[in-house]
């Protein structure tokens, strides 16, 4: 008697891949009562925690190098910012600003029982945390900032803005893909699929950011009747932040940025009371994707040195 042939499996039963990034996991939480947060995480939840904010009209992804160098000492979370990736906006009445992506944070840690981390800040991301630092001392154990400071270049904040206003939708992840690849001349090539990070399909089949960044730029040009706001607005008040900033800092800029002076960097760290400089060389403002591995190493030297 033949061994039975193994059944094939129906098409109709393969369930679709989640998006689970390299060593880590990928999940859901529920905050504020409703507020859903998507995150990525690496590492054992026993371990000290390394908390990570991407920048604007960024996603969690963006940590997906540094999240599987650091899984085997760090537990480490990277939640999506509200109204990016594939997590919730916040309430339409909240007024939007590092304040509101600061005090948001709050309740995902509560989430996860977490006190105190070391937190990892890329950009708006470094902002917020900035103002977490400052407003609650007590659950910050370091900080790392990614190309941002207490004063930014306004052409290259504008060239950031002027991107993500550029293009209501795409036709398709090539058209974005090529879009991107004009922008980011340090990354070689895109892989249309994992542009499903940042873009999701309308119903029409055309696809949109995952962010409601540019969208929200817009309507503030509208209100304004056409005259666009400062693309630096955010930025009242981060100086005086980062004086209050009470734990051992790093600042890591884009040897190339154009958003982040070599001046400013140099100020921020003079301001700041524990704070220490690293370049990161062929790389931008978006470091952390430009040369992941210096960035991780750099990263990954700052928590060693403070026995975090």
Known sequence: MSEAAEPEVHPDDVVPRHDCPIDGRSGFAVVDGDRQVHYLEWGPST?????????????????EELGA???DRY?????DLPNHGDSDPLPADTPWGREALAAAVLPFLDDFGVDRAAFVGASLGGLASLRLGA?????MAALALIDVGHRLEAEGVQKIVDFMRAHDSFGSLEEA?????????YRRSFRPESLTRNLRQRADGRWIWKHGMGRRWNRAVEEAGGVPPPAVSVMEGVDDDARRIECPSLLLRGGTSDVLSGDAAVELVAIMRDARLAIVEKAGHLAAGDNPRSTSNLISTFLDEISW
């Open 47 to 63: 371990a000290p925690v390394v908390l990570c904010l991407h920048g604007g009209g960024q996603t969690a992804y963006m940590f």
């Open 69 to 71: 160098s650091l899984r």
């Open 75 to 79: 537990h480490v979370l990277a939640p």
């Open 135 to 139: 407003a609650h001392p007590g659950r």
């Open 177 to 185: 893909g090529a879009f991107i690849a004009e922008y980011l001349p």
